[in-house]
């Protein structure tokens, strides 16, 4: 479904460069996408810069840490230039950890039920509505799944969290870790994120000669069109930069 | 001691322009003193900063060789492709130089320098490309005539001096072609091959 | 740990040999009197198992309350609150200045507070307060105490001629592998041993196997078994001394009751049925 050439959605700018035009001025509002990608392929440093971009223009930005403690990811972040730790200390960047999150609601199994779903969707709308969160990350989204013993309850999960954030008007990333980013390859864990999700962009490698490139690839963007080629990922010191992959390149995944 | 070639600095302050794509030619034996030739007016007298990328020799060898001549490098910040090829290539003592680990990884090498470009400066940004030649040992044909089209475009799109160094006897066809294409001028110190 | 320890000869003279096993009418029936200061060789651990309401409960507090010196001697219990403890030792006038530690109390008020403050969340949502100090909090808060490795501790830092009672070891078997539970024992008993004090255990009979019962049995020095039955209308509860190291005569069974001034005191009156 192609948008109206006489009505465009209200964006929120990521700040990446490339990406922004890629996606044709940034990702819609409100939307929550899927960033899926193989280890060591910059998601997170990806979702760091949105987060940053937006607490340099004010807006509050919260981020929830499920792979890894927030003090290792904020020592990891530190060492980008786009990363600037006072947006931590004065609130604008809100990192929490997950596993203190579900201390506090008592979810101390080891899988959730259906309470503890819905406990984690209103604790995650309550601190977004509190603080007017406008960008949000879950890293990842895989980790939390993992818990969620059926498919059916993650859809709901998801569902549910998408549509709060929406209606808070809260752009949203939600990490997935994926083995492969192959054409064989799903873009989620669970087989079933993709299909909530309003978005999904994929991070990956490409191997050319025994080398990787890593790379990055809008598959999906609702409200927007986007270009939909594999773009070449290169993690500076300034943060993601992007730039069009040789089509010639070798394309051995 | 290597004697400038000034008749490359007339050249470029009467014909290059801040967008300038030049094509560089050399020939086997006198690469080192074009390219001397070429980076002395653009830092001295331009007062440009720019970006060199190594494909050839490594970024050690080319400020050492800089050096000899006089050319402060400074400013200049090296991304070096050859190094990362063998062991103990990447300890150098140099702040000045980025290692990428191949030069098949062009993209790589295409982000480092539009990274340490930044921000344009008033007084203009320069990237030479040293060289076609080494770059085709390890890319296929058809993927360096596209990488050569956007590097070009991309460059000459943010206005920034390319210098793109090419021994034209040793350079393939597709490639040279695309370079007498795209180019904006010619620095003709090689051997002509004509067809 | 030490593996040696010296003592003081006026400690010595003042603590003797034995120690009272919590009434002089009890020391009595058994080899001791109460010139030798009670039944109890010092450095023995006790085992008391029975069923509940078989007054092993009543007597541990009594055990502890002979406290011949209050500040050495603790009462360790898993089911009580202080309050509770305080009112029964003021009723039988016992020393109130002893030390008690309610590891029960404590463990109820951690995790129940832990689960109310995990409803209030749920239900009622976050503050901002709340936010910001989950924002600054890095690490999970309050994880489980382990209140096993606190009683070895605690028992194992009792200084000489200290006086201990357990009541009871339930509350540790139903929370940690019984095996560890055991190891901890062995450590305390030890500790026990070498520093000449006296400690019962106080443990219900099913709430272990007959394994764990065997071992229990081989770690103390003296095992006493509860048992409360129907006799006619009345209940009659005794207690069976099952081992006495060192000591076989004082195997035997002694019928006991619970008086308002004497707590648990043997009965000396047989019965007719």
């Known amino acids: 479904m192609m948008p109206s050439a006489h009505y465009q959605r209200d964006r929120c700018v990521t700040g990446i460069t490339g990406l922004d035009e890629i996606l044709r001025g940034g990702i819609p509002y409100g939307s929550t996408v899927l960033v899926a990608g193989t280890c060591g392929s910059g998601k997170t440093t990806l979702c760091m810069e949105f987060l940053t971009n937006g607490a340099r223009n004010g807006e509050a930005c919260a981020h929830f840490s499920a792979t890894e403690p927030s003090v290792k990811l904020l020592e990891n972040v530190r060492q980008f230039d786009f990363f600037d730790m006072r947006m931590v200390d004065q609130g604008l960047i809100n990192v929490f950890d997950m596993d203190v999150l579900f201390s506090w609601l008592g979810m101390t199994k080891s899988t959730f039920e259906l309470s503890d779903i819905d406990a984690m969707v209103k604790s995650i709308t309550d601190i977004v509505n509190t603080i007017g969160v406008t960008r949000l990350v879950i890293d990842s989204v895989t980790t939390l799944c993992y818990k969620i013993p059926s498919e059916q309850l993650i859809r709901d999960f998801l569902f549910k969290l998408g549509k709060a954030l929406a209606t808070l008007g809260c752009t949203a990333l939600l990490v997935s870790e994926i083995t492969s980013s192959g054409a064989k390859a799903y873009w989620s864990s669970f087989g079933v994120e993709e299909a909530i999700l309003d978005g999904i962009i994929v991070l990956g490698d490409v191997e050319r000669m025994g080398h990787l490139l890593r790379f990055v690839q809008v598959v999906k963007m609702r409200g927007t069109s986007h270009a939909r080629a594999k773009y070449a990922l290169e993690l500076t010191p300034k943060g993601v930069m992007l730039t069009p992959m040789l089509k010639w390149g070798a394309v051995n995944d | 001691m290597i004697e400038l070639d000034f008749g490359i600095a007339q050249q470029l302050a009467e014909e290059a322009s801040p967008s300038s794509a030049i094509q560089v030619r050399v020939g086997t034996s006198n690469s080192e003193l074009v390219i001397a030739s070429m980076l002395q007016p653009l830092i001295t007298e331009f007062g440009m900063r720019g970006v060199y990328i190594c494909a050839s020799r490594s970024a050690t060898e080319v400020i050492q060789t800089m050096e000899r001549v006089g050319i402060d490098t400074t400013g200049i910040q090296f991304i070096d492709s050859v190094s990362s090829g063998f062991i103990g290539g990447t300890e150098v003592p140099y702040p000045n130089i980025r290692f990428v680990d191949s030069p098949i990884m062009l993209e790589s090498i295409m982000l480092q320098t539009l990274y340490h470009l930044g921000e344009k400066s008033d007084t203009g940004n320069f990237v030479i490309l040293d060289s076609v030649n080494a770059l085709s040992i390890y890319n296929e044909e058809r993927m360096l005539a596209e990488y050569l089209h956007t590097f070009i475009n991309t460059f000459r799109a943010r206005e920034v001096l390319t210098g793109i160094i090419n021994v034209p006897d040793q350079t393939p066809p597709g490639v040279l072609a695309n370079l007498d294409l795209y180019c904006t001028d010619l620095i003709d110190r090689g051997q002509v091959v004509i067809h | ?273």
Not at chain 3, 132 to 155: G, I
Not at chain 3, 244 to 260: D, H, M, Y
């Open chain 3, 1 to 273: 740990m030490a593996t040696t320890a010296n003592f003081d000869s006026d400690d010595e003279e003042f603590y003797g040999e034995m120690a009272s096993i919590g009434s002089p009418k009890f020391d009595t029936i058994l080899t001791g009197s109460p010139l030798n200061n009670g039944s109890v060789p010092r450095g023995f651990t006790m085992l008391a198992i029975g069923n509940q309401g078989a007054g092993m409960d009543l007597f541990a507090k009594q055990f502890a309350a002979v406290a011949e010196d209050s500040e050495n001697t603790i009462l360790v219990s898993t089911a009580e609150s202080q309050a509770e403890i305080l009112s029964l030792y003021k009723r039988y006038d016992w020393p109130t200045d002893i030390m008690v530690r309610t590891m029960g109390e404590e463990y109820n008020q951690n995790v129940l507070e832990r689960d109310l403050q995990a409803s209030k969340f749920r239900l009622e949502g976050f503050s901002m307060e709340d936010i910001q100090r989950l924002a600054q909090t890095r690490f999970v808060e309050n994880e489980v105490h382990d209140y096993l490795t606190d009683l070895t501790s605690q028992m194992t830092s009792l200084p000489q001629y200290f006086r201990a009672a357990v009541d009871n070891l339930d509350f540790f078997f139903a929370r940690n592998d019984t095996s560890r539970v055991i190891s901890m024992l062995r450590m305390i008993q030890a500790h026990t041993q070498l520093q000449r004090g006296v400690l019962l255990l106080n443990v219900s009979s099913d709430m272990v196997d007959k394994s764990v019962e065997r071992q229990l049995y081989a770690i103390c020095d003296i095992v006493m078994e509860f048992e409360v039955g129907m006799l006619g209308t009345d209940f009659e509860t005794r207690m069976v001394i099952r081992k006495f190291r060192n000591g076989p005569e004082n195997l035997k069974a002694i019928s006991f009751r619970v008086t308002k001034d004497e707590a648990i005191t043997p009965e000396t009156v047989d019965r007719i049925a």
